[in-house]
């Protein structure tokens, strides 16, 4: 712990010591050194922060000059080809995309969760559980999937 303490001590101490004077109406302000301009103490904060936010956008902004430009933005400007965009060809660009997906082995439409039974199994299981109505059984948990085809009263 005393190491962060020290740490802090240091960090402030290389800081350059703000120059402050009270005004007539007993508000301090504090010298803002790049403008010598006398503002609130939160005025003074907010263009240090600004400051340093506009010396590490410049920064990025070299560094990106440096490795050539974005490759992003190189890419949008591109585009997509021209099959990809005509309308016509949407239901041939999802089929061929689902083929792909199916021969490097992955399921394009995978199941969330995984069942315990089919529903003809259910039935068989409990067809003849008779249950008041809004009883549950609570101390069996079942995953079933499928469709519902039709829902009657």
Same mark, same amino acid.
Request: hydrophobic share 25%.
């Given at each position: $712990? @005393? &190491? /962060?303490?020290?740490?802090? !001590?240091? $960090?402030?101490?290389? +800081? !350059? +010591?703000?120059?402050?004077?009270? =005004?007539? &109406?007993?508000?301090? +302000?504090?010298?803002?050194?790049? @403008?010598?301009?006398?503002?609130?103490?939160?005025?003074? !904060?907010?263009? =240090? =922060?600004?400051? /340093?936010? &506009?010396a590490k956008a410049a920064e990025k902004a070299a560094k990106k000059k440096e490795d050539g430009g974005d490759k992003k933005a190189a890419a949008k400007k591109a585009g997509p080809s021209e099959e990809e965009l005509d309308p016509s060809q949407y239901t041939d660009n999802r089929r061929n995309f689902l083929e792909s997906q199916r021969k490097e082995g992955k399921n394009p439409y995978p199941h969330k969760f995984q069942r315990d039974m089919t529903i003809p199994q259910f039935r068989e299981k409990f067809e003849q559980v008779e249950m008041a109505q809004g009883q549950f059984l609570e101390d069996q948990k079942i995953a079933l999937t499928g469709r519902i085809m039709g829902l009657r009263n």
């Amino acid at each position: $712990m @005393t &190491d /962060k303490a020290e740490e802090f !001590k240091k $960090m402030n101490a290389q +800081e !350059k +010591e703000i120059q402050q004077r009270d =005004t007539a &109406d007993g508000k301090k +302000e504090f010298l803002d050194e790049v @403008t010598n301009e006398w503002v609130s103490k939160n005025e003074l !904060k907010k263009r =240090t =922060t600004k400051r /340093k936010n &506009d010396a590490k956008a410049a920064e990025k902004a070299a560094k990106k000059k440096e490795d050539g430009g974005d490759k992003k933005a190189a890419a949008k400007k591109a585009g997509p080809s021209e099959e990809e965009l005509d309308p016509s060809q949407y239901t041939d660009n999802r089929r061929n995309f689902l083929e792909s997906q199916r021969k490097e082995g992955k399921n394009p439409y995978p199941h969330k969760f995984q069942r315990d039974m089919t529903i003809p199994q259910f039935r068989e299981k409990f067809e003849q559980v008779e249950m008041a109505q809004g009883q549950f059984l609570e101390d069996q948990k079942i995953a079933l999937t499928g469709r519902i085809m039709g829902l009657r009263n």
